[in-house]
């Protein structure tokens, strides 16, 4: 084999992998971060603040459903650890439950939901993923 097929044969299927790359799948396999850093967007912090203030309460830390919040309640938040939950939602249905509350999407009212975050589409992508990094 030449040098020049030997680098084709290296560099082609990478190239491809990178090509594959990119979109929500992607994205949402990336690591998060929980901690608020100074050099963090705004959209990027107040995802962080809403996860640790208000979510993790019912949800808990690593996302099992077993915040303190939501022990008494008759419906109890899933584990997002939950490869097949993981699998049947899509970042928009996981948006408007976080925006609108459980009842907007015939669940829960006790998922209460942050209507503060309307609009917000930064914070929005970066708590769909924290939800998503539970499932990795
Ligand atoms: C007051 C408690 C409470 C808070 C606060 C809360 N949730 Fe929930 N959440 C729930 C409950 C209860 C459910 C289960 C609803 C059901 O299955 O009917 C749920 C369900 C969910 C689901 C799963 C939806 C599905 O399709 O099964 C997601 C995703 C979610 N919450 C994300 C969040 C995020 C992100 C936050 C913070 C912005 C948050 N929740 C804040 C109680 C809460």
């Given at each position: 084999m030449s040098t020049k097929q030997l680098i084709l044969t290296l560099t082609l299927p990478a190239l491809v992998a990178l090509a594959s790359c990119g979109g929500d799948a992607a994205k949402n396999a990336e690591p998060v971060s929980l901690v608020v850093e100074a050099t963090d967007t705004q959209?990027?912090?107040?995802?962080?603040?809403?996860?640790?203030?208000?979510?993790?309460?019912?949800?808990?830390?690593?996302?099992?459903?077993d915040g303190a919040a939501s022990a008494a309640f008759p419906v109890k938040p899933r584990s997002f650890a939950d490869k097949t939950w993981q699998?049947?939602?899509?970042?928009?249905?996981?948006?408007?439950?976080?925006?609108?509350?459980?009842?907007?999407?015939?669940?829960?009212?006790?998922?209460?939901?942050?209507?503060?975050?309307?609009?917000?589409?930064?914070?929005l992508g970066y708590l769909v993923r924290i939800v998503r990094s539970f499932g990795n």
């Amino acid at each position: 084999m030449s040098t020049k097929q030997l680098i084709l044969t290296l560099t082609l299927p990478a190239l491809v992998a990178l090509a594959s790359c990119g979109g929500d799948a992607a994205k949402n396999a990336e690591p998060v971060s929980l901690v608020v850093e100074a050099t963090d967007t705004q959209g990027v912090k107040d995802a962080k603040t809403a996860w640790a203030t208000l979510c993790v309460t019912c949800h808990g830390a690593n996302g099992l459903g077993d915040g303190a919040a939501s022990a008494a309640f008759p419906v109890k938040p899933r584990s997002f650890a939950d490869k097949t939950w993981q699998a049947s939602v899509d970042d928009a249905h996981i948006k408007k439950i976080i925006v609108e509350g459980g009842a907007s999407v015939g669940k829960s009212a006790l998922m209460t939901g942050a209507p503060h975050l309307k609009g917000n589409d930064e914070a929005l992508g970066y708590l769909v993923r924290i939800v998503r990094s539970f499932g990795n």
